[in-house]
């Protein structure tokens, strides 16, 4: 079975340019995470899907981060315009989704995105 | 508040050596916990959770609600234990993860 999925691998741009990541989760897995790992410390959720609609994005820098899943499958993430601090590791993650908004399911994590910004 | 702790960034011990992981935790309700595992050039995979109380590749953790403490454990410690180390906690009703800041583990020949 294939795992998640993203890309690019790498990406480095400067200071108020704007940058997408992608994301496939696992062929039927209904939740999907972004996460942000800053070097040195552990991740943190930027935002979760429940198919295609929002859960939590509690945490999400809503004034220059946004985050779909059209379709309920794949997902992007976008940084517009991206500041010094947002260099990090993107990470995204699915689960099965089996049980809504309770607990419970294991979470496979992608290789993630390493981003720097100049 | 939910917050999870682990006091040690860096863990050095020799192969063959007992090995302890620290994680304290903060959270009002009965959360669920887990241990996470990143090897060289691996992705974040799940090491063990404290509800399935079983041991992985030699690995223990309890749950000890009292001192809210997590600290996974391992007796003799084996070359391909090294490692990042993340605790990780499940509020109650909720999917998501909240992280610790993680702990290198390097097992010295």
């Known amino acids: 079975e294939a795992g998640v999925a993203q890309s690019p691998r790498y990406k480095i741009i400067e200071k108020r340019q704007s940058v997408a990541f992608w994301c496939n989760p696992i062929s039927g897995h209904a939740t999907l995470y972004w996460y942000q790992q800053i070097l040195g410390q552990g991740p943190k959720l930027l935002i979760q899907?429940?198919?295609?609609?929002?859960?939590?994005d509690s945490q999400l820098p809503k004034d220059r981060f946004s985050a779909e899943r059209l379709k309920g499958v794949d997902s992007t993430l976008k940084i517009q315009p991206a500041k010094l601090e947002d260099s990090a590791v993107y990470l995204c993650a699915s689960s099965l989704g089996l049980r809504g908004t309770g607990g419970g399911e294991t979470q496979y994590f992608g290789p993630g995105t390493r981003l720097l910004v100049l | 508040a939910q917050r999870v702790t682990q006091p040690e960034k860096l863990l050095s011990v020799f192969k063959g050596a007992p090995v302890e992981l620290k994680c304290n935790y903060s959270y009002s309700g009965s959360p669920e916990l887990f241990w996470y595992v990143q090897y060289s050039r691996q992705r974040l995979q799940l090491l063990l959770r404290?509800?399935s109380r079983e041991s992985i590749k030699g690995f223990t953790a309890d749950l000890n609600k009292g001192e809210t403490s997590f600290h996974l454990k391992k007796p003799f410690a084996q070359e391909e234990d090294s490692a990042m180390y993340y605790c990780a906690l499940r509020p109650r009703g909720a999917q998501k993860l909240v992280f610790g800041q993680g702990t290198r583990l390097t097992i010295n020949p």
């Open positions: 899907f429940q198919n295609n609609g929002v859960v939590d």
């Open positions: 404290h509800i």
